[in-house]
């Protein structure tokens, strides 16, 4: 028999205060047996039979995910996370720590216990860990989730002592520990409400209280037809032009002639040419994510429409940084990044094979086979020396990295280029996972970190692919980045800055 089902208990000495405790306990568990709470007897039963291996809260993790909003799915997976690290220490360390039996059934009515009694040891409880594990990590990224979900949660762990196979004290433990397994995940992995960015600078935009005078141009092809109606709903005023990926410049430019504020629905790379029209135009963007990754929406502060309606509805707004890449005839804008080397040849490649066996296999086939070349995809003069590179990346601002969350910004307007080197060498793989463990070290034999406003190339290998905010274009011979700070104005609400 294994140490988590072994109830031998070792008769203790006398001790006065843990005697008094115990005896509470009990006489806590003998009121709760002796309550008959109208349809109690038919509900908790079930529902604690339900929880068994957290059946229940990856059901209810499904359907808050169902809910298709960002927060709700990054809700669900902290919820799931919490339980899977409550559950791993519950059952590797807490059952084995304090070999308590559980309660006798006598004061329990027939009806309320369960037809399967449980064989491991009493403290502290599991069910309640998992419960309160799942409700905390849903409420600290989303307390509208979490709220529906706690009163489900309290009502699993009340379960456990009404039906009779745990004491008072150890479904209290168990949910200390089940939150405290969440507050431990949000340290590794911080929430978004945590990396919010600061709110500035300021700028004066129009206050649009039913939308009027917003054009919202909405890319068809991301499917969030939805989303935007719902944002019509909070500014019914608004209008709505819908259309496909290859008509998106021509309709933005129709829409930045009569609106006083232009709107964009889409990825990142729609929101770059809608950015391009906006300040061609000098109007204020108002930028609702429509994506897979929306990077610059969620690092702007932007999830919804409700944040979106919000802001446009009082006046709310931000300037922005934007970056700019020019090589010979080409030139371009960039809200996000810009990089040469292997990324630029992994976005080709993917985009080769995502029709036929879509996105993420085609995302790890195009891995492959970018890494297995023995080439340097980029070669390029750097201070006067020429240096063959795996990857160079700039990011429109400084990008942190939080706990194990992937890297972001937590500021679009101080005024640097985040600018990252891996150099080239043997065994590519090896190199730029190394770099992505480093982070932004100065000095690294496979990696190199510096901020700077402006950077130069030279000697760039013709026709070397550049990829900017997920688009790709060819350059060569001299390549200049650059800042363009805060030259760009866009709405988000200013709540809590």
């Known amino acids: 028999m294994s140490p988590d089902v072994d109830l031998t208990v070792l008769k203790p000495g006398r001790h006065a205060l843990r005697d008094r405790f115990l005896s509470l306990d009990s006489r806590l568990f003998e009121f709760a047996a002796e309550q008959h709470w109208p349809y109690a007897e ?76 449980p064989i491991t040891t009493s403290f502290p409880s599991g069910h309640a860990a998992s419960a ?50 969440a507050f431990a995940v949000r340290g590794m992995v911080p929430t978004r409400a945590r990396q919010v960015p600061p709110a500035r600078p300021r700028t004066d935009v129009p206050a649009l209280t039913e939308g009027d005078g917003l054009i919202v141009v909405a890319n068809r092809a ?58 061609r135009h000098d109007l204020p963007l108002a930028v609702l994510p429509g994506g897979t990754l929306n990077h610059f929406a ?66 790890v086939v195009a891995a492959l086979r970018v890494l297995r ?14 240096h063959p590179l795996w990857l160079l990346f700039a990011g429109n601002g400084t990008y942190h990295r939080l706990g194990l969350a992937p890297a972001r910004r937590l500021n679009l307007a101080d005024g640097v280029l985040d600018v990252r080197v891996v150099h080239g060498g043997r065994r590519p793989a090896l190199r730029l996972l190394a770099a992505a463990v480093a ?15 402006r950077l130069r190339l030279t000697g760039v290998t013709p026709g070397a692919l550049l990829a900017y905010d997920g688009e790709v274009t060819e350059v060569g011979g001299e390549v200049t980045l650059e800042k363009l700070p805060e030259a760009l104005t866009v709405y988000r609400p200013l709540i809590g800055s």
Request: with cysteine.
């Open 42 to 117: 038919r509900i908790l039963p079930r529902l604690s039979r339900s929880a068994n291996h957290g059946l229940l809260w990856f059901a209810a993790g499904a359907v808050i995910a169902a809910s298709r909003t960002p927060r709700a799915r990054r809700a669900a997976v902290r919820g799931l996370a919490s339980l899977s690290l409550a559950s791993l220490t519950i059952n590797t360390v807490g059952k084995r720590s304090v070999r308590r039996t559980r309660p006798t059934l006598d004061p329990v009515p027939l009806v309320r216990q369960l037809k399967r009694q």
């Open 222 to 279: 991301a499917g969030t037809s939805d989303r935007v109606h719902a944002l019509l709903d909070l500014l019914p005023r608004a209008e709505l032009v819908e259309c496909e990926p290859a008509d998106i410049a021509a309709e933005l430019d129709k829409a930045a002639a009569r609106a006083q504020v232009l709107g964009v629905c889409g990825g990142d790379g729609t929101v770059n040419a809608a950015a391009q029209v906006a300040l």
């Open 439 to 453: 982070g932004p070290l100065t000095r690294s034999p496979a990696h190199a970190a510096v901020q700077v406003g």
């Open 132 to 181: 309160a594990a799942f409700a905390t990590g849903v409420a600290l990224e989303s307390p509208a989730w979490g709220l529906a979900v706690a009163p489900i949660a309290w009502s699993v762990a009340l379960s456990r002592v009404y039906t009779g196979v745990h004491f008072p004290s150890d479904v209290l433990a168990g949910a200390a520990l089940g939150a405290g397994a």
């Open 373 to 386: 070349r023995d080439r340097h995809p980029l070669q390029a003069e750097v201070a006067g020396s020429s």
């Open 298 to 363: 969620l690092d702007l502060g932007v999830e919804s429409e409700r944040d979106v309606g919000r802001a446009v509805q009082r006046g709310e707004a931000v300037r922005v940084d934007v970056g700019r890449f020019r090589s010979g005839a080409q030139d371009g804008l960039f809200l996000n990044t810009c990089s040469l080397g292997v990324y630029p040849e992994l976005v080709r490649e993917r985009d080769r094979f995502a029709p036929r066996i879509g996105d993420w296999p085609a995302g």
